[in-house]
Nanobody, 117 residues
Framework: QVQLVESGGGLVQAGGSLRLSCAASGRTFSGVVMGWFRQAPGKEREFVAHISGSGGSTYYVDAVKGRFTVSRDNAKNTVYLQMNNLKPEDTAVYYC??????????WGQGTQVTVSS
């Protein structure tokens, strides 16, 4: 059974940092694009960043460019999202997802990130 489990969320003051982890199990994800998404209260889920299967290519939404860094350790089947200089508008539930062919087919349960002003 494929499972993605996020961790590392929490409460942090504006300007602080958090590192989210997404541990995958049930199959290898080394060749799979992995994405991070977030959903703020009352808003639709939005894309944040993704990383290629090898880790050699990344992409970020403009709102987080220069502050967030996505990385992966394929030996550990784990993807990370380093979030620096956090802002209150970054408050959301963060999800990781695995893209199979053209669809994000597997999703984690999410981890809450709250940034206080």
């Amino acid at each position: 059974q494929v499972q993605l489990v996020e961790s590392g969320g929490g409460l942090v003051q504006a300007g602080g940092s958090l590192r989210l982890s997404c541990a995958a199990s049930g199959r290898t994800f080394s060749g799979v694009v992995m994405g991070w998404f977030r959903q703020a209260p009352g808003k639709e889920r939005e894309f944040v960043a993704h990383i290629s299967g090898s880790g050699g290519s990344t992409y970020y939404v403009d709102a987080v460019k220069g502050r967030f860094t996505v990385s992966r350790d394929n030996a550990k089947n784990t993807v990370y999202l380093q979030m620096n200089n956090l802002k209150p508008e970054d408050t959301a539930v963060y999800y990781c997802a695995a893209r199979i062919v053209a669809t994000y087919a597997y999703w984690g349960q999410g981890t809450q990130v709250t940034v206080s002003s």
